[in-house]
């Protein structure tokens, strides 16, 4: 079902008005969860790769 584009809009203004927004201290603290759990991913795989491709040398040397 088509709708008009002034229907739709009137729509989404009664959504976002139902919609529960986050505190400014909601939204730091999520924020430095998620640089922390990056980093934290971003070292993980910086460290796997690093041994796999000493691991992958050592393996191609010797042959």
Not at 9 to 14: C, N, S
Not at 42 to 61: N, Q, S
């Amino acid at each position: 079902m088509a709708t008009t584009p002034v229907t739709f809009l009137k729509e989404v203004r009664d959504e976002l008005q139902k919609v529960v927004w986050p505190t400014r201290d909601e939204i730091i603290r999520l924020t430095g969860v998620v640089i922390l759990v990056s980093a934290l991913v971003g070292i993980y795989l910086g460290g796997a790769d690093y041994l796999l491709t000493k691991l992958i040398g050592l393996i191609v040397t010797k042959h």
